[in-house]
């Protein structure tokens, strides 16, 4: 495997359980990103992929995504950009950055440009992000691009696909969701289209290393054909 995706899901519930404001959750939430990350870095992972929020989740309301904003921004700089630097990370930043505060985008600036040359791990993390959207600005750009060019040619998947938010991103190899529902809530279709799918009822705040390891386990037991016959 060289690359596993999460869905870190459950941690408005997690903390609605224990009395506490949905904000905890988040904050519990990036201990369990950091232990997942040890575990894809000795496991020799390649890429390790984080959907931090959909474009839905940034539709709940401005105090929703300036708590959010607040929590990666204080997580990535104070926890995880010492932690990159240190072990040669490099950090990625995949979504709609339009629909970012300007905080989370002033921070995801700094990260990129510090780690972007590292050859190690590599750590994203998509915001804001929705399927329908990355395809549609991706189709725009270039239907304009052939307009100004006066290219009448139909547009190929793979000029597309060269244009999208995700195209820095390889083929997912796994998908593990947390929080007890069973889909990928349009998370990288592209990426994702030959993945081998993982979900887990527990709320991602308590998740630990040892479930990338026993998925590990699990999916060296699948024999993956990708359509082809023995």
């Known amino acids: 495997m060289r690359h596993l995706a999460v869905i870190p899901d459950g941690g408005g519930r997690w903390a609605f359980e224990r009395g506490l404001l949905r904000v905890n959750g988040y904050v519990r939430g990036t201990e369990a990103i950091t232990d ?16 931090a929020s959909s474009l839905e989740n940034m539709q709940r309301g401005e105090a929703f995504s300036l708590s959010l904003s607040s929590v990666y921004v204080e997580y990535l700089t104070e926890t995880l950009l010492p932690i990159a630097e240190a072990r040669g990370y490099k950090m990625l930043f995949v979504g709609d950055f339009k629909k970012l505060t300007p905080e989370l985008m002033a921070c995801i600036s700094r990260i990129n440009a510090k780690t972007i040359n590292n050859k190690g791990l590599t750590v994203s993390f998509v915001f804001a992000y929705d399927e329908m959207e990355e395809v549609a600005a991706a189709f725009n750009y270039v239907f304009t691009q052939k307009l100004l060019n ?32 069973k889909r990928l809530s349009g998370f990288l ?13 527990k709320l991602f705040p308590d998740a630990t ?20 016959t023995e």
């Open 189 to 201: 279709p592209f990426r994702t289209a030959y993945a081998e799918l993982f979900f887990s009822d």
């Open 150 to 181: 006066a290219d009448y040619t139909e547009a190929s998947i793979e000029e597309v696909e060269r244009y999208m938010y995700s195209a820095a991103l390889p083929p997912v190899d796994a998908v593990i969701r947390y929080g007890g529902f």
């Open 209 to 228: 290393k040892g479930d990338i390891y026993d998925l590990m386990k699990a999916y060296k037991r699948i024999k993956r054909k990708f359509g082809r």
């Open 36 to 51: 997942i990350i040890d575990a894809a870095d000795e496991l020799n992972l390649k890429f390790v992929t984080f959907y």
